[in-house]
């Protein structure tokens, strides 16, 4: 049973940066794929960015390409998204999640272990 907690979330003003830290315990984190989705109020939970098991192969939502880098690092358990260039529509609870299998993916169901959320906003 894998168990992840996210850190790194808070108040921010536009332009500004973010470092959002992911904890596995459990599992074998290094046999996984990672993810990073975010949900603001009233809409659905969209992809981020996700890294395959050996941080060889990236992915990232058109949204936030170029601002955003994942990163992980298996010694520690440990996946990272930073954060640059934040813009008020980046505001949203940011979620860690496992997939299923080592091969990265962007949708919801190809995830499943998710961390309980830590809040970004981002003041204009």
């Known amino acids: 049973q894998v168990t992840l907690v996210e850190s790194g979330g808070g108040p921010v003003q536009a332009g500004g940066s973010l470092r959002l830290s992911c904890a596995a315990s459990?599992?074998?984190?290094?046999?996984?794929?990672m993810g990073w989705f975010r949900q603001a109020p009233g809409k659905e939970r969209e992809f981020v960015a996700a890294?395959?098991?050996?941080?060889?192969?990236?992915d990232y939502a058109d949204s936030v390409k170029g601002r955003f880098t994942i990163s992980r690092d298996n010694a520690k358990n440990r996946v990272y998204l930073q954060m640059n260039s934040l813009k008020p529509e980046d505001t949203a609870v940011y979620y860690c999640?496992?997939?299923?299998?080592?091969?990265?993916?962007?949708?919801?169901?190809?995830?499943?272990?998710w961390g309980q959320g830590t809040q970004v906003s981002v003041s204009s």
């Open positions: 999640a496992r997939a299923r299998l080592s091969y990265i993916g962007r949708s919801v169901p190809e995830y499943d272990a």
């Open positions: 459990g599992g074998t984190f290094s046999s996984y794929a």
């Open positions: 890294i395959s098991r050996r941080g060889y192969t990236t």
